[in-house]
């Protein structure tokens, strides 16, 4: 996800130079905090880092730091936050109301603060709209780093598919039976701006879930389910790991439960599950020949992934690593 303040590249529109280091490019962004078991987790909630590098298309060398509390006001709170997916700041402030790393930890990993001064008025209507010193000198201690917690978006889930690949076309076909593929949205797409979609990680799957997904895909009931190895011959691996992240984990469908969207699950972008256990399901109608040809139309799908704890018919946004 692009985050906060890409206004570095916007504001300056070019690399920043400092000395004799090298041009650094905003790259990324986040929220973190570290965890009961000493994890750094990133999410919603927390100490917000930035992370630049020489290149905005390279991992091989970063930079992390943190912003300065100074000019920071609610506006930019809630325009941070809509920048980096959420709907608005429920709460933000400084480390000294809040620790969510500790110092100690900012000292090892020689976070230090690099953006200072950020400020927002009234007219602007987005984070790279506001101005803000980036990468200079200042008088910010580590206790007025900026810290916030954004309120999710209602995710819903927009629709599901089962898929296979047509090596001649190219392209995934859609049956009703298939490697499942789900995609979400918020409501705010606009345009050509992607819905993240993905696979569904078998862990907690059974039979009561299989048959409400397939009878959310139009079905009566699932003929058969499972994950690997059948997963992997309607869509080949190369193509699930590079592009189809596990976007849902943890599908429990109570025996009460009539439509999969009574079901309980997890979406996180990083969880225990491996490309290898995502899910694939054949559906029937109930009619003695079902068929098994596919729909001539091919899915149009962009890749994404996305990090929310949900109930399957509306879906709450949640910090995850």
Not at 45 to 62: I, K
Not at 80 to 93: D, N, P, S
Request: glycine fraction near 8%; hydrophobic fraction near 35%.
């Amino acid at each position: 996800m692009k985050t906060l303040l890409v206004l570095v590249i916007v504001v300056l529109g070019c690399a920043y130079t400092r000395g004799e280091e090298p041009n650094l490019f905003l790259v990324d962004a986040g929220l973190y905090l570290k965890d009961d078991a000493g994890e750094i987790q990133s999410g919603h909630e927390g100490l917000l880092v930035v992370h630049f590098a020489e290149s905005p298309n390279t991992d091989d060398w970063w930079m992390s730091g943190t912003v300065c509390d100074d000019s920071f006001n609610s506006h930019a709170a809630n325009l941070t936050c809509q920048y980096l997916g959420f709907r608005y700041a429920e709460t933000w402030g400084s480390c000294s109301s809040r620790t969510y790393i500790p110092e100690s930890d900012l000292e090892e990993k020689d976070i230090q603060i690099l953006i200072d001064e950020v400020e927002c008025g009234e007219e602007d209507t987005r984070i790279t709209d506001c101005r803000a010193n980036i990468l200079e000198e200042h008088d910010c201690g580590r206790s007025e780093n900026v810290w916030l917690e954004c309120a999710g978006p209602e995710w819903q889930l927009h629709s599901a598919h089962l898929v296979r690949w047509n090596d001649q076309t190219q392209s995934l076909n859609e049956g009703r039976e298939g490697f499942l593929l789900v995609r979400l949205t918020d409501g705010t797409e606009q345009g050509d701006e992607p819905a993240p979609f993905g696979s569904v990680c078998d862990d907690y799957f059974d039979d009561h879930a299989a048959n409400l997904s397939c009878q959310y895909l139009g079905h009566k009931f699932a003929e058969a389910w499972g994950s690997e190895p059948e997963n992997f011959e309607f869509v080949p691996e190369e193509i699930v790991e590079q592009y189809v992240p596990i976007v849902i984990d943890d599908v429990q469908c109570d025996s009460w439960a009539t439509t999969i969207g009574d079901c309980e699950a997890r979406i996180l972008q990083e969880t225990d599950c491996e490309r290898s256990e995502a899910l694939w399901l054949r559906c029937s109608s109930g009619d003695e020949e079902d068929g098994d040809e596919d729909e001539s139309q091919a899915l149009d799908l962009d890749f994404g992934g996305a990090k929310v704890t949900m109930n399957l018919d509306k879906f709450q946004r949640k910090w995850n690593f």
